[in-house]
């Protein structure tokens, strides 16, 4: 059921079937699926909140609901331990270590069926999709080395003046991404940028010229609509969704957002439509859509035709274009490690062993091979560090003027390295983001921020300043937003056996002794087959040589669990969560929020009507009276 429904709500719809297509389409004919059921739209009702004088309703509970964590203190009251006993920390580190190994495990097993679940741990569709998106960076190196050979990238800037060759590139990139040829790039590069797509540049009040001499084509490159698709139950497949998109023209593809804690793990997604359709028209046909007892709703995407936006201009300045310097080149080596990119001669590492040497400060960017990163090298200075920068910083007072300072040599290498990451990486540097799946998005390529004009002086003969404590903010929120994609955080040894981890031979003797059943004195049963044996061991023979898929498949859950424990930032419920996903559920809102006067229950005393008062002896005044 959808978080935002009721079982109200449900037996409402079943007592008019023939109106909500239970049994027959509105056209008469039968409904052949029976996961997915389609049904006129309808107006979307949600019960009144309970009444505030019923003090026996409680919010129904989970059975699998771990409750919140108790502090040291309330587990202490609990447990009727003084505070200052000396069993206490310890006592309270085995509750919290068992607490996390119960809410691991009941997650893992409410969620272990679902698609998004197990392509993000299970070790045969992990190897699957990490070999997908190898494929694909492989795919897009290949597109910028060849804008590079071609002498595409020689005068690459990311400037606002620039901004309409910034677009092109875009495009020039997406067609050699998509398996464009070389005629087609070179009609993409003498494309005509039309002013809708560097629309914040213009915004932002620079001046751009028109390109009189470019070629208007604008069914050189097919680009398709968004429509948002929410509320997507956990359980709900892939495919089960295209299915839903199949029945209407002009679909191409579809891209799924990471599940979030808040919407109860229920997924969003957007599908790719072609222009030339009436998207109205689909948003109200999937909205009458329901799929495993749950309301899928869909909303048109916001598609303003920006290919670039502005960034702030404080990135021009020396000191900032360093610190995203240094961290970019950080950004990009992880990544290129992360995708087995410019090894030179070290080995391949697992992921587990990138994080727990980034962990430790193992500096990635001084062994990488990539050429951007050794032009970086050139450019930054060997002492600049992150939190020696920020001390730097502190000692100027924020009420201190800084004159505005800009570097070429730095900014260039920026530039070329905040493109690389975008087109190879999908990571938009100044917009402090990374895009998964981007093939799967209904635009390749579609954006990307640009640096901001300069500083520019108050008057002719000024020079350009600003205040110190304007650029502190800048500084921290730059550290605060890209520090998470150059740091890691990995479970310790000592963690993964405290939250239970499986070993994979002991699941397997748990298998074979599971199916060993002793009939007699000389007759054993393996229910897996059926067949009866003499003892024990010609049964562990038997399973271990005739039901391998059995053996692989405990074998893969072990791994499976595992791979789900590893993850430092792994999805789990807890007491937090639920009261977080609470708050975010509209009917709850409406039950915390206050009382409206008209709903409150009657005074006892019936309030004294108001009378109007008038002096007759005082001077006429010339404000009306209110009353």
Excluded at 137 to 148: G, M, Q, W
Excluded at 189 to 209: C, F, H, R, S, Y
Excluded at 388 to 411: G, N, S, T
């Amino acid at each position: 059921m959808a978080p935002y429904d009721s079982d109200d709500d449900d037996r409402r719809r079943d007592r008019f079937p023939r109106e909500r297509g239970y049994g027959a389409d509105r056209n008469g004919g039968a409904v052949n699926n029976e996961n997915v059921e389609r049904r006129a739209p309808f107006k979307r009702s949600y019960p009144g909140p309970p009444r505030r004088d019923d003090d026996n309703a409680k919010r129904p509970r989970n059975d699998n609901d771990a409750g919140e964590l108790l502090s040291l203190k309330a587990y202490a009251a609990e447990q009727n331990i003084a505070l200052d006993a000396e069993e206490l920390g310890e006592k309270y580190a085995t509750y919290k270590d068992e607490y996390n190994k119960r809410i691991c495990k009941q997650f893992f097993e409410a969620h272990k069926e679902e698609e998004w679940f197990k392509k993000r741990y299970h070790p045969t569709q992990l190897a699957a999709s990490e070999a997908q998106r190898r494929e694909a960076i492989v795919k897009r190196i290949e597109a910028y080395n060849k804008l590079s050979e071609m002498g595409y990238l020689s005068e690459l800037s990311l400037d606002p003046t620039n901004a309409r060759n910034v677009v092109r590139l875009l495009n020039a990139a997406a067609v050699l991404v998509n398996g464009g040829d070389d005629e087609k790039l070179e009609r993409v590069m003498k494309m005509e940028i039309t002013d809708a797509a560097v629309q914040d540049v213009l915004n932002d009040g620079l001046e751009l010229p028109a390109e009189s001499d470019k070629e208007s084509e604008p069914s050189l490159l097919e680009w398709y609509a968004g429509i948002f698709i929410r509320c997507i139950p956990p359980s709900m497949t892939d495919n089960e969704l295209h299915e839903v998109c199949q029945r209407y023209p002009g679909y191409n593809q579809l891209h799924f957002f990471p599940v979030q804690p808040e919407t109860r793990w229920s997924r969003k997604a957007i599908a790719a439509f072609r222009t030339n359709v009436d998207l109205k028209d689909l948003c109200i046909g999937i909205n009458g859509v329901r799929v495993k007892g749950s309301d899928l709703v869909a909303y048109l995407a916001p598609n303003t035709g920006e290919r670039v936006r502005v960034s702030h201009p404080f990135i021009n300045h020396k000191p900032i274009a360093l610190a995203f310097l240094h961290k970019a080149t950080k950004i990009l080596a992880l990544l290129d490690k992360k995708s087995g990119q410019f090894l030179g001669d070290a080995e391949e590492e697992q992921p587990e062993e990138i994080r727990k040497n980034i962990a430790i400060g193992f500096d990635y960017v001084s062994a990488s091979t990539n050429p951007l990163i050794v032009k970086a090298r050139e450019v930054l200075p060997k002492s600049l560090d992150d939190d020696e920068a920020l001390r730097r910083a502190d000692k100027i007072p924020d009420a201190a003027d800084v004159v505005f300072e800009r570097d070429e040599r730095v900014i260039k290498v920026l530039d070329e390295i905040t493109f690389y990451l975008r087109v190879v990486y999908s990571f938009d540097l100044f917009d402090y983001n990374r895009i998964d799946d981007e093939e799967t998005l209904p635009n390749n390529l579609e954006m990307l921020h640009i640096r901001g004009q300069d500083i520019k002086p108050s008057s002719d003969d000024a020079l350009p300043i600003f205040k110190k404590g304007a650029l502190r903010i800048f500084e921290q929120e730059v550290q605060k937003q890209l520090e998470p994609f150059y740091t890691a955080r990995f479970v310790s040894d000592a963690q993964l056996a405290a939250l239970g981890t499986m070993d994979p031979e002991s699941a397997v003797e748990e298998l074979i002794k599971k199916n060993t059943v002793q009939l007699s004195e000389e007759k054993w049963l393996c229910p897996l087959s059926g067949k009866k044996f003499k003892g024990p061991e010609f049964i562990r023979k038997h399973i271990t040589s005739k039901h391998m898929d059995a053996v692989d498949a405990v074998k893969a859950e072990s791994l499976f669990f595992n791979n789900y424990l590893l993850d430092a930032d792994r999805p789990c419920d807890t007491g937090s969560d639920a009261q977080e996903s609470r708050v975010n559920d509209p009917r709850e809102r409406r039950r915390m929020a206050p009382v409206r006067r008209e709903e409150r229950s009657p005074r006892k005393e019936p309030m004294r009507r108001f009378i109007a008062y008038k002096d007759l002896d005082a001077v006429e005044d010339s404000v009306p009276n209110p009353f």
